[in-house]
């Protein structure tokens, strides 16, 4: 039986990323696969192991994420978002350094709404004067 060491819940636009921390060697894996086969481009799994570099936990931990939702690039924010959570819960001294990076704040750009009477958020259906 594996236990999780910490849970972090990360989001951004529509993106919900859950993780989990766990005893290991530095592995990370998304939804069944490897970070680096998942993400589409080496700065996405980048974003990915950023609060890691950043507190210099690397290779201690091994970290299962499941996401869903948004696209590639929110996925990967979102992963960012909950495994800075994940790790405040596990070491709480890094929280000032992952705080000053800006990893443990919810980025809450969302698409805006669209509204009746109109063709998008904010595009209104073409004025006809005849």
Do not use: W
């Not at 970070?35 to 690397?58: G, H």
């Amino acid at each position: 039986m594996v236990k999780n060491i910490a849970i972090g819940t990360g989001r951004r636009k529509t993106a919900v990323a859950r993780v989990f921390v766990r005893e290991g060697s530095g592995k990370i894996v998304v939804n069944g696969k490897d970070a680096k086969d998942y993400f589409s481009s080496s700065e996405q799994v980048q974003v990915v192991r950023q609060p890691l570099l950043v507190t210099s936990m690397e290779g201690k931990y091994d970290i299962l994420i499941n996401v869903c939702g948004g696209g590639l690039n929110g996925q990967a924010a979102a992963c960012l978002h909950g495994i800075a959570r994940a790790l405040t819960q596990i070491d709480p001294d890094c929280h000032t350094a992952l705080k000053a990076n800006g990893y443990l704040t919810r980025d809450s750009r969302m698409v805006e709404r669209k509204k009746y009477g109109q063709k998008g958020a904010r595009r209104r259906f073409q004025f006809s004067k005849r």
